[in-house]
């Protein structure tokens, strides 16, 4: 089907800042809109957002978008393939500062919703025609720290992973009680409480321990077990707090070097029921990285972010020096659907697992979770269950395990 017409233009996302947004008119006259994401805790080698000058607007963005990429796509057959090849070659550079990694995102994943549009079929089945769908296990945000929470604590996520689940929906249930209950006992321990830029807990923690304790405790207390049926995952996003060569935690007031902050996450992943750690190591701390992944039992989801970034060549080194053994995919780290996708399948080939992860800065579109199910992500990542822009992704989620023929995954 052809393209008739193409606008980009500025929206906003669930911080209230510019974002861009794609709408892409067929001939047929059907019209298709998406929408990107943003983050706080960027990594330095992700693909690059256009923000203009005078402050956080992606107007600049926006007339690369109207100005140099739609006279290229108007008229043409809407198809991603065809699309994603012209990007590239309208900004080689490889992070998309030219045009904007914004303006190249929204483009690919506007093309890649009306291409599914014109066919009739949902994006997850213009990935995977045939055959059952595999539903991804939620993590899922209680508490919130780092740049998500005004660093109420140094590291920035405690979530939970509802590995006992056998279905998409009972997780949901499990995980929503647990943030629920968790809500309850935060009340008790300060009059007012923080709801976090992806709709966790900032609740002050001057102990990563205390932390994992107050999480262990909110599912118990709702009668589930703790590591058979619901288990931890930590983002630490541990860039945040590098720096000069020591990882530097003001809340609980230590300075470690990169040996000793290995044995110190190390340590924690031992005493709580942790099956999955994002980024314990800052982003080009490669060495701490595998001598980390040596120490560690080998059931342990050591999960790259800021270290891959959704980058084939990091990817690429990470698999060789066994930095890791998953990879969090954020589409607009990398900047066009297509290599996202190619990044995802060359961990997965890789024996990697794979997360399928949004930005704290969201908006309320629910591609994330077709391109998840689509592409066999085993996991995906959203933020807390509150805020219609989580929300959104979990409700999606939910609605492909009603009406679709679907598995759900089993990764641990
Ligand atoms: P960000 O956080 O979107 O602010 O980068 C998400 C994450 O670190 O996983
Ligand atoms: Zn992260």
Sequence with gaps: MIIDNLIGYQVLDSRGRPTVAVTITLVDGQVHTARVPSGASTGAHEAKELRDQDGLGVLQACKNINEVIAPKLIGAECDLT??????????????HHVLGANATL???????????????ISMARLFQPKGPLLIPMPMVNILSGGAHANRTMDIQDILVLPNGASSFNEAITWVRAIRENAAKRGAKIGPAHLIADEGGLGLAFTSIDAAC?????????????????????????STQFFENGKYSLPTIGREFTSSQFVSFMAKLVNEHPIISIEDPLAEDDWAAWAE??????????????????????????GIA???????LIKANQNGLVTDTHHVLQTAQAAGFRTVVSARSGETEDSWLADLAT????????VGSTHGADRTAKWNRLLELEAIEQTEFAKPF
């Design 82 to 95: 065809h699309a994603d090849e012209i990007l590239k070659k309208l900004d080689p550079s490889s992070d």
């Design 106 to 120: 929204a483009v690919s994943l506007a093309v890649t919703k009306a291409s599914a549009g014109a066919k009739g």
């Design 213 to 237: 304790e107050f999480v262990t405790n909110s599912i118990e207390e709702v009668g589930l077990q703790v590591g058979s049926q619901v288990s931890l995952a930590l983002d630490i996003a």
């Design 292 to 317: 980390f992944t040596s120490q560690v039992p080998d059931s342990l989801q050591i999960l790259g972010d800021d270290l891959f970034t959704t980058n084939h060549t990091r990817l690429d080194r």
């Design 321 to 327: 020096e066994s930095s890791a053994n998953a990879i």
């Design 374 to 381: 689509g592409w066999r992500a085993e996991q995906i990542k």
